[in-house]
């Protein structure tokens, strides 16, 4: 991975003490290990596991050995002070392949990181390689179809991350790929995976929806309800961040993908 974002990366971890003071907890967190289902799972990667949002609720709440990737120095010291297994190693170095044999785990944690990668391609083949013969993938990028990225570009005419925000800015620096969910469906399906369930995870233990709470509990209980009617009513192609699972397959395989609202 790039060594500015890893950079930039740094420099939002740098004050977190602990994951009670990470303000970046999101709903795509919340929804694992639920988003396993009956699945039983023995052995989990999470690659760019960050703060260990996904990977704490994983250990403490899934029978499952859990080893996490990072190269941030931050996110390396909270993953240990939170007593996960780590391994550090560069996801985006196309001439090196993870540090583990074929088949090594059941299931592949992904989320938001495709997205800050040169070598996609590179990172999902190594998914593949790693996955069991029966193993999951469990990915998720900003889909930038979505109507809050789509709509605000065209009435303000900025792009779709600013670069002088506080709020976006690391995302404008960070990201250079540009996904959207019908993108990354083709790309993983065209080098082995097969899809299975979307996910799409509602308002509910986000640190934003937890401070939209606090500040008016009937606004967030009409923002959860208007979600709901969106992601009941609407194709997850326009959900903002939907979480994709999908089996080790055979190339160009297609799979019906079923929606699961979580």
Excluded at 61 to 78: F, K, M, T
Excluded at 139 to 159: F, T
Excluded at 179 to 186: I, N, P, S
Excluded at 235 to 257: Q, S
Aim: hydrophobic share 40%; glycine share 6%.
């Amino acid at each position: 991975m790039r060594k500015d974002s890893v950079v930039l990366e740094e420099g939002r971890l740098g004050d977190v003490g602990s994951l009670d003071d990470y303000p970046w907890f999101k709903e795509r967190h919340r929804v694992f290990p639920a988003v396993f289902e009956g699945r039983n799972h023995r052995r989990i990667l999470d690659v760019a596991a960050g703060a260990g949002c996904a990977a704490q609720r994983i250990h403490n709440g899934y029978p499952a050995q859990v080893i996490c990737n990072e190269i941030s120095p931050s996110a390396l010291r909270l993953l240990r002070d939170m007593g996960l297994a780590t391994v550090s190693f560069d996801l985006d170095d196309e001439r090196a392949s993870m540090p583990f044999a074929d088949g090594s785990f059941d299931a592949v944690v992904s989320l938001v990181t495709i997205e800050h990668l040169l070598h996609p391609d590179h990172h999902l083949n190594e998914i593949r390689r790693v996955l069991s013969e029966d193993g999951f993938l469990y990915i998720a990028a900003p889909n930038y179809a979505a109507p809050e990225y789509v709509l605000p570009m065209l009435l303000s005419g900025r792009a779709v991350h600013n670069p002088l925000d506080s709020e976006s800015r690391y995302e404008f620096y960070s990201h250079v790929r540009y996904f959207t969910y019908r993108t990354l469906l083709e790309v993983a399906t065209s080098l082995g995976f097969v899809a299975d369930t979307v996910y799409l995870a509602l308002p509910g233990g986000s640190a934003r929806f937890r401070a939209l709470q606090r500040s008016s509990a009937l606004k967030a209980r009409t923002y959860r309800w208007a979600r709901w009617l969106q992601f009941r009513l609407l194709p997850a192609r326009l959900a903002t961040e939907p979480i994709l699972c999908l089996r080790r397959g055979d190339n160009g395989a297609r799979g019906a993908v079923r929606k699961v609202v979580l």
